[in-house]
């Protein structure tokens, strides 16, 4: 029996189904954040007025231009103090400045509650409650990126993760991996060595991509393991996709423009195809293969194996997880090498104390883990470089239900920046001297350099903390006592000295080093 339809009946479904499209759009965009503003607002918490569609984009881009602009022109000198927020974050300083330590923007149609007062952000800090999690719009925006896994994740979804994931990360599996994180450094010290040479004793060298290298192969050999070289392949290609998904970050939160046909998004899209065809090509091959390694990408595999999860379900769960790992891991843990080296070439006198440091500890070998646990001056180094120079310098999350936090009534849906950059810089906790580079500060661990020690964030907080932690720090302290060791630098004429934001803080033009060799009469 072939059903047959009124056209008039069809023709007013369509117009039905059409309204309650526009009902759903008007609702979403202008009924819901005019109900999150107005409840902020009758607590006292105001903000930029937004305009339709785009919030305050317009504002912020203007901002960011007006930066990037004078940062062309600026100055190859390190600043004596180091406050970086009103260069990377000029919006935020701007309407700091105007409305307070608590505000309301909005980034096309989502609403973000600025925060900076240390009592509310303290609440926020000790949150424990799963309907505190990560913004939505992560998730959506940066989806070709990070697909579903866990650095976007919330709920049970992301609980399962984590579970399965971060025993990967204690410090007892890093330590196993201290010989590959041994030879990855030990590549780049043969590398600069010869560029010495051929530069007959001193090398101006960009750093920046070298480290980038060592973190990246890092992962790859412990995620990948024998399959490492396809690992390499596959991190090339993730750092294309982050490149073309950084050039517009704002741009992509103006609502449906992630749905344009434009050349970025068809890039991305493709990126994206390959990407997990390559990592399902490692697996297939892994599952052929009688030999089992006993890196993460196995672990992955065997974790599916006992869920009840469909094909479908599997493959994104491994290859989502397979690139936030990547991401999350490597180029964090290269900036934080790239900036302390900055921090040590223009501060001569501790980098003599921590190459004495790394000498006498190390004694002409590659350092192991209980060789590094002993680097306390360097570890001082790396927090204070954390502190002035956090690689995530803004941690977002989102009230995924109605919620309290600290006296504030947060609606569902709103995102919630709390700013590390500043809260690693502010007098009242770290004293007068709060905007200069002085590792001595955390002498006594970082009860000991602030009033209030979750104010210091540099691996976010809470359940939702950094699980890569210990291999980061591992990492970092590796590569800078083998540098330490062997090469002695300062700062080339050609840095420019300009902090800026790309997903990351970065240096926006990279870091200059000139390096020699360490003489060892
Ligand atoms: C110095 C280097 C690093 C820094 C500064 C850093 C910082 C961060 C921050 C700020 C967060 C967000 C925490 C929050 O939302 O409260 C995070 C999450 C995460 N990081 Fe790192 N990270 C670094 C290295 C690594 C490494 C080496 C790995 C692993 C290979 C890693 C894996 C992750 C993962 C998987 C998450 C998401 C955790 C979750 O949501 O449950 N990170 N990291």
């Keep these: 029996m072939v059903l047959q339809f009124d056209p008039k009946f069809l023709t007013s479904i369509a117009w039905v189904g059409f309204a309650g499209l526009l009902v759903l759009l008007y609702n979403n965009l202008v009924v819901k954040p005019k109900r999150i503003r107005s409840k902020l607002s009758n607590q006292g918490i105001n903000g930029p007025t937004p305009t339709f569609l785009l919030g305050n984009i317009r504002e912020i881009m203007k901002a960011c231009q007006l930066i990037i602009t004078t940062s062309k022109s600026r ?146 050999k412990a995620c990948f393991g024998s399959n490492y070289s396809k690992g390499e392949e596959i991190f090339s290609k993730l750092l294309a996709l982050q490149d073309i998904m950084s050039k517009n970050v704002f741009s992509s939160m103006i609502p449906g423009m992630r749905y344009l046909p434009t050349k970025n998004n068809r890039e991305a899209k493709s990126l994206e195809r390959e990407l997990k065809n390559c990592i399902l090509e490692v697996v297939k091959q892994r599952e052929k293969s009688c030999h089992r390694n006993r890196d993460f990408l ?19 769960f491994i290859v989502d997880n397979c690139k936030n790992i990547y991401l999350a891991g490597s180029e964090t843990t290269s900036l934080s090498i790239v900036w302390c080296l900055m921090l040590l070439a223009s501060n001569q006198e501790w980098q003599d104390r921590v190459r004495a440091e790394a000498l006498e500890i190390c004694n002409g070998r ?35 239900e109605d919620m309290e936090l600290g006296n504030i009534h947060v609606s569902k849906g709103v995102s919630i920046w709390i700013m590390c950059l500043t809260s690693h810089t502010d007098p009242e906790l770290w004293g007068s001297d709060a905007y200069k580079f002085n590792p001595e500060r955390f002498a006594n661990g970082v009860s000991g350099a602030c009033k209030l020690p979750h104010m210091y964030m540099p691996f976010g907080f809470g359940v939702r903390i950094c699980l890569g932690k210990d291999l980061a720090m591992t990492e970092i302290k590796m590569m800078l006592s083998l540098i330490l060791c062997n090469f002695t630098f ?32």
């Design 75 to 220: 100055s190859v000198e390190v600043p004596h103090l180091h406050e970086i927020a009103p260069l990377t974050f000029p919006f935020l300083n701007t309407w700091k400045q105007k409305y307070g330590q608590m505000f309301l923007f909005s980034i096309g149609s989502n609403q973000i509650l600025y925060v900076d007062k240390p009592k509310v952000v303290r609440d926020i800090v000790t949150c424990a409650s799963m309907d505190f999690g990560k913004p939505i719009y992560t998730q959506r925006e940066l989806r070709p990126l990070l697909g579903q896994g866990i650095v976007s994740s919330n709920g049970t979804t992301w609980a399962t993760q984590r579970k399965i994931l971060a025993p990967e990360f204690y410090m007892e599996k890093v330590k196993g991996w201290i010989t590959i994180i041994g030879e990855s450094a030990n590549s780049l010290l043969n590398q600069w060595s010869s560029i010495i040479e051929a530069q007959n004793g001193t090398a101006d060298i960009k750093v920046d991509d070298y480290l980038l290298r060592f973190s990246g192969d890092v992962i790859s």
């Design 298 to 316: 196995q672990m992955l595999i065997e974790a599916t194996k006992n869920s009840d999860l469909t094909q479908d379900a599997t493959e994104t």
């Design 366 to 400: 590659i350092p192991d883990s209980h060789m590094l646990s002993k680097m306390k001056q360097l570890t001082m180094v790396i927090h204070e470089a954390l502190r002035l120079y956090p690689p995530v310098p803004v941690i977002p999350k989102e009230a995924l």
């Design 490 to 521: 300062t700062l080339s004429s050609k840095y420019i000295h300009s902090p800026a934001i790309k997903l990351l803080l970065v240096p926006q033009h990279g870091v200059h080093l000139l390096v020699k060799k360490l003489s060892t009469t």
